[in-house]
């Protein structure tokens, strides 16, 4: 069963912020959560992980709510390449990866 | 920069008959996966190598496919006989070891079964 509850769709502006939410409320204290995303047609990329502090790479912020059980994934300026569907995955370490269904996310002009 | 790989792209065939599906990890990377992607939803994971040895095949549907990987490096996926239900896009993942932070996936291989 997924661990997480993600909205089914969103837009975003291109050039804006797009902020995706994920509720875990069930999260226990040694998870990771993870965001993977799928571009139509390609597999999976692995986008950004975090445990409690948020983190920050060059594709995206991962801000964990100080009771961690919710996260925002932040594209800090969306383009037309980051329409995908965005994977929001809450694990152990050394488990495997559960994939729910995702949130959609259309960047328009 | 190095990717996986995986043939053939698409693959249509009819049922009862036989397939088989290749992956190429990168290079360097112990662990493998396969993973089945119904339409509409997330994948699934069907088997996971470390090495050349199976660490967990509890989703694959062990009458019908079979999963190898010999010498630890590039591994085969098979389907025998295929059935309508399992047209589905099949994706092979690697990372440098079990518990790694990233999966590295290919592109996938696409399945229609008539």
């Known amino acids: 069963d997924a661990k997480t509850t993600q909205p089914t769709s969103m837009d975003c502006a291109e050039g804006r912020a797009a902020n995706l939410p994920c509720n875990h409320s069930?999260?226990?204290?040694?998870?990771?959560v993870y965001w993977y995303r799928q571009i139509h047609s390609q597999g999976p990329q692995y986008i950004i992980h975090?445990?409690?502090n948020n983190e920050t790479n060059e594709m995206a912020s991962l801000i964990i709510t100080e009771d961690r059980k919710s996260s925002t994934l932040i594209l800090p300026h969306a383009t037309l390449r980051d329409t995908a569907v965005y994977y929001c995955?809450?694990?152990?370490?050394?488990?495997?990866?559960?994939f729910g269904t995702g949130t959609r996310l259309q960047v328009f002009p | 920069e190095a990717e996986v790989a995986q043939s053939p792209r698409y693959k249509i065939t009819e049922k009862s008959q036989a397939v088989a599906f290749w992956c190429d990890p990168i290079?360097?990377?112990?662990?493998l996966y396969w993973y089945r992607q119904i339409l509409g939803q997330g994948p699934e994971l069907l088997v996971q190598?470390?090495?050349?040895?199976?660490?967990?095949d509890s989703q694959l549907p062990k009458d019908r496919f079979s999963a190898e990987r010999l010498k630890g490096v590039d591994s085969t996926l098979k389907i025998q006989p295929a059935e309508l239900g399992d047209s589905a896009m099949y994706l092979c993942?690697?990372?440098?070891?079990?518990?790694?932070?990233?999966?590295?996936f290919g592109p996938g291989t696409r399945l229609t079964v008539l």
């Open positions: 993942a690697s990372s440098f070891r079990t518990g790694s932070d990233e999966q590295f």
């Open positions: 069930t999260i226990s204290g040694n998870e990771y």
């Open positions: 975090g445990l409690k």
């Open positions: 995955i809450v694990k152990f370490n050394t488990d495997k990866l559960i």
């Open positions: 290079s360097g990377h112990a662990t």
């Open positions: 190598f470390q090495d050349e040895s199976v660490v967990d």
